[in-house]
């Protein structure tokens, strides 16, 4: 069972940046394609961003392809995404997942595994 821990969320004015971080306590995750999701009050689920266990290739919701960007570290032990000109509609619960597949995803279904989730609050 993968657990999946992420980190770096808060609170960040309007314009602001954060940096999220999703890692596995005592393994790598190149071996697993890696997605972000989030989460605003009373709306769905959303794809974030992906990338794929050769971080070869990556992808991103529209609504944040040039604000937000997804990477690995060289050691494959964590996953940023990075976001920056933070807006009000950011505001929700980001959640680190992973699927054993080396290639992008983007529906729930293809989900094996999830974090707990982290709350990144900009205020109005």
């Known amino acids: 069972q993968l657990q999946l821990v992420e980190s770096g969320g808060g609170l960040v004015q309007p314009g602001g940046s954060l940096r999220l971080s999703c890692a596995a306590s005592g393994v790598t995750l190149d071996r697993y394609a890696i997605a972000w999701y989030r989460q605003a009050p009373g709306r769905e689920r959303e794809v974030v961003s992906c990338i794929s266990s050769t971080t070869s290739s990556t992808t991103s919701a529209d609504s944040v392809k040039v604000r937000f960007t997804i990477s690995r570290d060289s050691a494959k032990t964590t996953v940023y995404l990075q976001k920056n000109n933070l807006k009000t509609k950011d505001n929700a619960c980001y959640y680190c997942?992973?699927?054993?597949?080396?290639?992008?995803?983007?529906?729930?279904?293809?989900?094996?595994?999830w974090g707990k989730g982290i709350q990144v609050t900009v205020p109005s």
């Open positions: 997942t992973a699927r054993s597949t080396s290639f992008p995803y983007r529906n729930l279904y293809e989900i094996d595994f």
